[in-house]
């Protein structure tokens, strides 16, 4: 019998949920995909990479003139400088760029801090590399950080601690502040960071994202872990990256090159030929802030509450205290078999079991997506 590594780990709720969608013939508001068209030119620019032969190896930190796009889109944006050569290294994902550099610093015993709600991979990424979770819940009904909590679960063991802005599922865009707030709570410590930013160009209402790149105390300790499929609409395509300093990178690609040695050719090409236009990647916040403003306009007539509108991200999280007193997964599942409509329960989101009866809509979806669910939802 095979003795589990991940004996708490089932199959993830997006796939659950998901996969209830479809039994039900739901409309999927549930996992965090967009139902409408990525960009034709970057298809474009992928097939003419195949057709001109780029279909070998890339190096194994990714091709250099994306790298060099990405630098300077980072010193346009942010100004900040990295070096394409020793400081970016191209990822099948953010996800396994998370991966990559968690398992680049936790050894087995250390700890490592989450803030809850998180991402899904966090923790079972922190106990394959045998790392003890240490959860600080963020605060409702914002979902800000608690930071004396967390400064009070830094011991002599903790080696690395996980931030995520804007957030998955809550929509919490990082301020200054909360920067400054890490900056000196870590100074003087012997403490990691890793960066989950693969929503940096999803802020709204004229937030700025407020990358760990641009602290530099921050920055010589952290993994900024980011995106494609986020950012362009082709989450399929699975590709991302990790922005670090060079003594972090060098150990992060001997993790790397083991675990996938290079990224998809095509891809990365077309990618740097594509990122050449600015306006693909700034026109998105002001995109993605109408899909929340038609979404919350929409819902406006539900019995749905309305604690904080999302700040980022493509997520909106919801109460439903006015319709049931159901566990959080209990209505989920009720309001996918129902009322045809699937969402996420934010508990997913908690290693602890905590409900604080909220679900998470996506709503980078069709305007007529939106509306449809928004008919059934109002119904409820
Ligand atoms: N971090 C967060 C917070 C996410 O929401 C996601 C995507 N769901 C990822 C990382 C991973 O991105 P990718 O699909 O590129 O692996």
Redesign the pocket.
């Known amino acids: 019998m095979i003795q589990s590594k991940l004996p708490a780990a089932g199959t993830t709720i997006f796939t659950v949920m998901s996969s209830l969608a479809q039994q039900h013939q739901a409309i999927n508001l549930s996992q965090?995909f967009p139902d409408f068209e990525m960009p034709q030119e970057l298809i474009a620019h992928v097939n003419e990479a195949m057709l001109r032969g780029q279909n070998q190896y890339a190096p194994m930190p990714g091709l250099l003139p994306l790298r060099e796009m990405l630098a300077q889109k980072v010193h346009e944006l942010y100004g900040v400088s990295v070096n394409p050569d020793t400081e970016i290294t191209i990822a099948p994902?953010?996800?396994?760029a998370?991966y990559t550099a968690i398992t680049t610093v936790v050894r087995p015993g250390d700890e490592v801090i989450v803030l809850e709600p998180a991402?899904d991979s966090y923790i079972p990424n922190i106990e394959l590399n045998g790392g003890k979770v240490i959860t600080v819940p963020l605060q409702t009904p914002d979902y800000s950080v608690n930071w004396p909590l967390v400064a009070q679960s830094i011991t002599p063991r903790t080696r690395l601690i996980i931030i995520?802005t804007p957030h998955?599922p809550c929509g919490y865009v990082w301020t200054r502040e909360d920067m400054q707030q890490l900056d000196q709570l870590l100074a003087g410590k012997d403490i990691y960071v890793v960066s989950?930013e693969?929503y940096e160009h999803l802020t709204f209402d004229n937030r700025r994202h407020e990358t760990i790149l641009s602290w530099p105390n921050l920055r010589s300790r952290a993994f900024a872990c980011y995106?494609f499929?986020?950012v362009f609409n082709n989450?399929g395509w699975?590709m991302?990256y990790c922005i670090a300093p060079e003594p972090l990178m060098k150990e992060y690609r001997k993790v790397h090159q083991f675990l996938c040695f290079s990224c998809n050719t095509p891809v990365q090409a077309g990618m740097a030929a594509f990122l050449h236009n600015k306006d693909h990647y700034l026109q998105l916040s002001a995109f993605m802030q109408e899909k929340r403003n038609y979404f919350l306009d929409l819902m406006k007539g539900s019995r749905f509450t309305l604690h904080q509108p999302s700040n980022g991200s493509y997520f909106q999280v919801m109460g439903y205290e006015q319709i049931s007193q159901q566990s959080d997964l209990d209505f989920a599942r009720w309001l996918t078999e129902a009322h045809q409509v699937a969402t996420i329960p934010v508990s997913a989101f908690y290693q602890q079991p905590k409900d604080d009866h909220m679900i998470r809509f996506c709503f980078a979806k069709k305007n007529e997506t939106l509306e449809q669910a928004a008919e059934r939802l109002i119904k409820v």
């Open positions: 965090g994902g953010g996800t396994l998370i991402y995520n998955n989950d693969v995106s499929g986020k989450t699975k991302g």
